[in-house]
């Protein structure tokens, strides 16, 4: 297929919805699009500023002081201490490496791309682009023969669903019966809320309980957008197998796919300060705290969400027609269908807007049911 052939933006249809919404009285609260509103913090603006004069083309396979922090970043905060530098590559934000994927790894029109069932639609249209067929399938049981790329997402957007060791392990052992690639897009592990994720941190696929002792065929994506509010500096990376890291980076090289050297400065300092990341958790803790309960009070019930940046909700009845009635009391979620079919009956709710809007949502809905 050809870009042509792609469906609309489905946000389109969104746009009566939040004109509804916004006749609210009190106005419109957005919690549909997980884009961060708060500051980018000052430390990293100022790397930024500092690094300014970028006079000669950036590096495509990253200074080498960013991916020292890269490699450094997984040990502390993922608990992956055998990472090598050459078995990182910083990326033009994390959308483009999971929308470009199938077609940096060569995959064409015999080729099989799994994604979660509950996902969002860029792992659909990576495949899609490339004339390869996406299977949604979480079961690795379910897997099929043919499979060359499985992209799973923990903690997941929308569901905010999360693998254990032992999942992700069972994950690696099929990929590798299969001769696939095994990608997981973890931009979300920072925030991690309910049972084990309370306390420890989200495991990567490049964990060493994970991966039986190499990381060949495994891949982990990363992005700095949700943990530091980097959405606007298109900062993120991806590690793993060196054999396929270097097959990325000769595509793109070739392909001009190089961050911003400003970027990649600002990035290295990001990930060296694990202060902010803190202070960012702790305005997401607020605002789901107060937003969880009050949608229970209206009737919703949150299933998963246990990680991530999202409250996935569901009153039981037509998504839309949730959308419909949230948007009554001025409040505009993002809807269910958007991420697969087996959301026909949920809603995704942000915790991106600010805090005083998001109280403003959860003050609506402690009213009572919709």
């Known amino acids: 297929m050809s870009v042509r052939d792609l469906a609309d933006y489905p946000w389109d249809a969104v746009v ?18 997980g884009s961060p509103v708060d500051p980018t913090p000052e430390i990293i603006r100022r790397a930024l500023a500092d690094a300014t004069d970028a006079h000669a083309y950036p590096q495509t396979l990253g200074t080498p002081r960013l991916r020292e922090a890269i490699v450094e970043w997984y040990a502390r905060r993922r608990g992956v201490t055998d ?14 490496l999971v929308a470009l994927l199938p077609t940096l790894l060569g995959l064409g029109p015999d080729d ?24 949604p399938a979480d079961d690795p049981a379910e897997w099929p ?22 999942e992700l392990a069972t994950a690696v052992r ?10 997981s897009d973890e931009c979300y592990a920072e925030l991690g809320w309910d049972g084990p994720w309370a306390e420890q941190p989200v495991p990567s696929i490049l964990d060493p309980r994970v991966t039986g002792g190499t990381r060949e ?35 793109r090289k070739h392909l001009g796919l190089m ?31 107060a937003l969880r309960p009050a949608l229970e009070i209206a009737g919703f019930r949150i299933d998963g969400s246990e990680a991530g940046l999202y409250l996935w909700a ?44 998001v109280q403003e949502a959860a003050r609506r809905l402690s009213a009572g049911p919709l």
Request: glycine fraction near 10%; aromatic fraction near 6%.
């Open 16 to 33: 009566p919805f939040r004109e509804r919404a916004a006749q609210h009285p009190g106005g419109l609260v957005d919690l549909s699009v």
């Open 83 to 96: 990472l090598r530098v050459d078995n990182v590559l910083p990326t033009i934000g994390s959308k483009e």
């Open 112 to 135: 099989i791309v799994v994604h979660p069932r509950v996902a969002y639609p860029t792992y659909e249209v990576g495949a899609r682009v490339v004339g390869a067929t996406p299977v």
């Open 145 to 166: 023969q043919g499979t060359k790329l499985i992209w799973i997402n923990s903690p997941g957007n929308p569901d905010g669903r999360t693998w254990t060791v032992e």
């Open 174 to 183: 099929r990929a590798r019966e299969l001769g696939a690639v095994l990608a």
């Open 217 to 251: 065929g495994l891949l982990s994506v990363y992005s700095l957008s949700k943990q530091s509010n980097l959405a606007g500096y298109r900062a993120a990376f991806v590690a793993g197998c060196a054999r396929v890291i270097a097959e990325l980076l000769t595509a």
């Open 259 to 289: 961050p911003p050297a400003p970027v990649q400065h600002a990035m290295a300092v990001a990930l060296g300060d694990d202060e902010h990341v803190a202070a960012q958790k702790e305005l997401y803790r607020t605002r789901r705290t």
């Open 314 to 357: 569901t009153e039981g009845r037509d998504a839309w027609e949730s959308m419909g009635r949230l948007a009554e009391r001025g409040i505009l979620a993002g809807p269910g269908p958007f991420y697969g079919a087996d959301s026909a009956q949920h809603v995704r709710l942000a915790l991106t807007a600010p805090t005083e809007r």
